[in-house]
């Protein structure tokens, strides 16, 4: 099992023609073959998108998309793909931020009931 750090995908999903976007294409490449098994963390989701939106500039559909493309790549593991995946659709349909719309879908998830927020925004999505 090889853990991916958010440098990793970076690498390969901006190819700037350097050693490091191929050797980070190598891997994923070699994993969606099935030849190498790969594992990240709900962590590295949100530093790659606090890096879009910090350093890259890109805006919100944009960070959407790629976020979206990382969730897609199913050959590699992430406990808390079904959190992210609902998260990032609240995220898409409100003005809510992502860290929110994740900590809702965490509690969703998790049959939590109450939510304990002085935040008025998130207290009108639950």
């Known amino acids: 099992m ?6 990793y995908f970076l690498r390969f999903l901006f190819d700037d023609g350097s050693p490091q ?3 980070a294409s190598s891997l994923f490449l070699e994993a969606a073959r099935g030849e190498k098994d790969l594992i990240t963390s709900t962590l590295v989701i949100f530093e790659i998108f606090w890096v879009l939106g910090s350093y890259y500039k890109l805006k919100k559909i944009q960070k959407i ?7 897609d790549m199913v050959f590699v593991q992430l406990k808390e793909r079904s959190i992210l995946q609902n998260a990032l659709e ?6 809510l931020e992502l860290e929110d719309c994740y900590n809702i879908s965490f509690s969703i998830k998790n049959d ?12 009108k999505f639950l």
């Open 90 to 95: 609240r995220y898409r349909k409100s003005s």
């Open 112 to 123: 939590i009931k109450d939510f304990a927020t002085f935040d008025k925004k998130i207290k």
């Open 21 to 23: 976007h191929k050797k």
């Open 65 to 71: 998309n790629i976020i979206q493309s990382i969730l």
């Open 2 to 7: 090889i853990f991916v750090d958010t440098n």
